[in-house]
């Protein structure tokens, strides 16, 4: 194990020499290509062998050319996950990359359009086919097959304790308790505290309140009564006897809410 372990080691080390040096990382005697590790011939019987060893796992039924599905799985996740916060540290759409993200949001507006047009023709065809709109197996003509459907029912307790665990663990690690990228001190990285900024109420303004209220004679400017509706109001002026001429009706909502508040 020792040994093999120094191995690694060393290798590790020649291929950082190589490449500071600007040399194939495998051969180490020709310059390395543009923006790439090896040179033209060593790229070339790579491909080469690569091609002739995805031949042979094809023809046997095996996937990634016959390497672990497992660990090529967990790579491209992890190439994913850098390619997504890099996109989205340029403001870039983190679907496709060449176009700006909206605001709030991780993707730009065609993208999601995109992508709910994909979703929403894809559960009409399983739906149209009698098919769960979930996951595609037969449901008997339902929406959701019955594995889909008791899997919506869900302990709130369990999610929430599942949440806090989430949450006190990413921020033992200094991550972004909401993506999980790197935060430093802060409970969430820059962008997705913007994105929760944007969503509260100190963005928004303040929320708006049902009104109440309160009924008085103009004359001698006796209060009838507090109602919370125009119903409840409508029954005071029943009870006193009176018409809605002979009164005022007035409501606590201030004016400048309708324009700074949020529903």
């Known amino acids: 194990m020792k040994a093999r372990e120094s191995d690694r080691h060393r290798y590790r080390r020649q291929v950082d020499e190589r490449r500071e040096a600007g040399l194939c990382v495998r051969c180490g005697k020709r310059d390395a290509a543009k923006d790439a590790g090896l040179c033209e011939g060593c790229a070339g019987k790579k491909r080469a062998a690569d091609r002739r060893r995805y031949a ?88 959701r097959c019955k594995t889909c459907a008791a899997s919506q029912s869900y302990d709130p307790e369990k999610k929430k304790h599942l949440a806090r665990r989430r949450y006190w663990k990413r921020r033992a690690r200094h991550l972004c308790t909401d993506c999980g ?58 009870f006193a006897g009176l018409s809605r001429d002979e009164v005022e009706v007035l409501a606590d909502e201030p004016e400048a809410a309708r324009f700074a508040a949020w529903e």
Do not use: Q
């Open 56 to 143: 042979k796992a094809r023809a046997s039924g095996a996937l990634y050319g016959g390497k672990s599905a497992k660990a090529k799985r967990r790579s491209s996740r992890k190439r994913s996950k850098r390619r997504y916060h890099a996109r989205l540290a340029a403001g870039l759409c983190a679907k496709c990359g060449r176009r700006a993200h909206a605001e709030g949001r991780t993707v730009c507006d065609p993208c999601r359009d995109a992508r709910s047009a994909g979703e929403r023709r894809i559960r009409e065809e399983r739906r149209s086919a009698g098919c769960c709109g979930k996951c595609g197996k037969p449901s008997g003509g339902a929406s």
């Open 181 to 238: 990228a790197w935060a430093g001190a802060a409970a969430r990285c820059p962008e997705c505290a913007r994105r929760s900024y944007l969503r509260s109420s100190e963005h928004r303004g303040m929320p708006v309140f049902a009104p109440r209220y309160t009924v008085v004679d103009p004359d001698t400017l006796e209060e009838h009564g507090t109602c919370g509706n125009l119903e409840e109001v409508a029954m005071c002026l029943a």
